[in-house]
C-alpha cells in the first residue's frame, strides 16, 4: 500500500500540504498531511521603507559603505512649493513643512530606502518604544551577523545585544541580533532568511 493512496487532492487547488519529519524510534521518515484554506487575497510584495535621520550624508555614508545598499538618487532638497512634488508632500505633512533632504537607496533584493532629514528634526528621548503602535525595527540579512555588527559598531553604531543568540542551539546556525544605527534607528541582523527562521517553529 503507498502512503499516498489515502491523499485527496482537488485538481486546480490543493488542499492539503505535505511536510516530513523523522521518527528517531523507528528510523523511518514520516509524511505529515495538513488540511489548509486557500485564500484569495494576493500577497503584496514590499516596496520600500521611510527612515528619518539626522544627518543626510552621513546617514548615505553608512548605509552604502556599511550595508552595501546603492544609491540611486542623490540627496536631494524638496521645498514647499506649488509643484507636484511639493503638493503631494502638503498632502502628507500637511501645510507648514517647509522643505526636507531626501536621498533613495536599494537593497541586494531589490528593497527601497527613503532617507529623510526633516528641517524640524529631533531624536525621541526613548528610541526604543517598542510598546507603543509603530514599527520599532527592521532586520537585515548577513551570514556573518558578528563581522556585520561590529561594522555597525566600528561606524558610530551600537550593540542592543550583547552577542547574537541562536534559535536553535546546537541544531542551527540560525541567529540574530538587535543593533542601532548611528542615528539611534533601531536594526536586526538575521543570519538566515525569515522561511528559515520560522518555519520549523523558533519558539519550539
Given at each position: 500500500?503507498?502512503?499516498?493512496?489515502?491523499?485527496?487532492?482537488?485538481?486546480?487547488?490543493?488542499?492539503?500540504?505535505?511536510?516530513?519529519?523523522?521518527?528517531?524510534?523507528?528510523?523511518?521518515?514520516?509524511?505529515?498531511?495538513?488540511?489548509?484554506?486557500?485564500?484569495?487575497?494576493?500577497?503584496?510584495?514590499?516596496?520600500?521603507?521611510?527612515?528619518?535621520?539626522?544627518?543626510?550624508?552621513?546617514?548615505?555614508?553608512?548605509?552604502?559603505?556599511?550595508?552595501?545598499?546603492?544609491?540611486?538618487?542623490?540627496?536631494?532638497?524638496?521645498?514647499?512649493?506649488?509643484?507636484?512634488i511639493g503638493e503631494m508632500c502638503t498632502d502628507?505633512?500637511?501645510?507648514?513643512?517647509?522643505?526636507?533632504?531626501?536621498?533613495?537607496?536599494?537593497?541586494?533584493?531589490r528593497i527601497g530606502v527613503e532617507l529623510f532629514?526633516?528641517?524640524?528634526?529631533?531624536?525621541?528621548?526613548?528610541?526604543?518604544?517598542?510598546?507603543?503602535?509603530?514599527?520599532?525595527?527592521?532586520?537585515?540579512?548577513?551570514?556573518?551577523?558578528?563581522?556585520?555588527?561590529?561594522?555597525?559598531?566600528?561606524?558610530?553604531?551600537?550593540?542592543?545585544?550583547?552577542?547574537?543568540?541562536?534559535?536553535?542551539?546546537?541544531?542551527?546556525?540560525?541567529?540574530?541580533?538587535?543593533?542601532?544605527?548611528?542615528?539611534?534607528?533601531?536594526?536586526?541582523?538575521?543570519?538566515?532568511?525569515?522561511?528559515?527562521?520560522?518555519?520549523?517553529?523558533?519558539?519550539?
Amino acid at each position: 500500500m503507498s502512503i499516498f493512496d489515502n491523499l485527496t487532492f482537488i485538481s486546480e487547488l490543493p488542499i492539503l500540504t505535505l511536510s516530513t519529519r523523522n521518527d528517531e524510534q523507528h528510523g523511518n521518515t514520516l509524511i505529515q498531511c495538513k488540511e489548509v484554506k486557500m485564500s484569495n487575497t494576493y500577497p503584496r510584495s514590499f516596496s520600500h521603507i521611510g527612515i528619518s535621520v539626522p544627518d543626510l550624508d552621513a546617514a548615505v555614508k553608512f548605509y552604502t559603505e556599511v550595508l552595501g545598499w546603492y544609491l540611486i538618487m542623490q540627496p536631494t532638497e524638496i521645498v514647499e512649493e506649488d509643484t507636484p512634488i511639493g503638493e503631494m508632500c502638503t498632502d502628507v505633512f500637511g501645510a507648514g513643512w517647509g522643505s526636507f533632504r531626501i536621498a533613495h537607496l536599494s537593497t541586494g533584493d531589490r528593497i527601497g530606502v527613503e532617507l529623510f532629514q526633516f528641517t524640524n528634526q529631533e531624536n525621541p528621548k526613548d528610541n526604543f518604544e517598542y510598546w507603543k503602535t509603530s514599527i520599532f525595527h527592521f532586520c537585515v540579512q548577513d551570514p556573518n551577523v558578528e563581522e556585520l555588527a561590529e561594522k555597525i559598531v566600528a561606524a558610530g553604531g551600537k550593540k542592543r545585544m550583547k552577542a547574537p543568540r541562536y534559535y536553535y542551539p546546537g541544531e542551527k546556525p540560525y541567529r540574530m541580533i538587535y543593533m542601532e544605527d548611528p542615528f539611534g534607528n533601531i536594526l536586526e541582523i538575521y543570519s538566515h532568511s525569515y522561511e528559515l527562521h520560522y518555519a520549523s517553529g523558533a519558539y519550539n
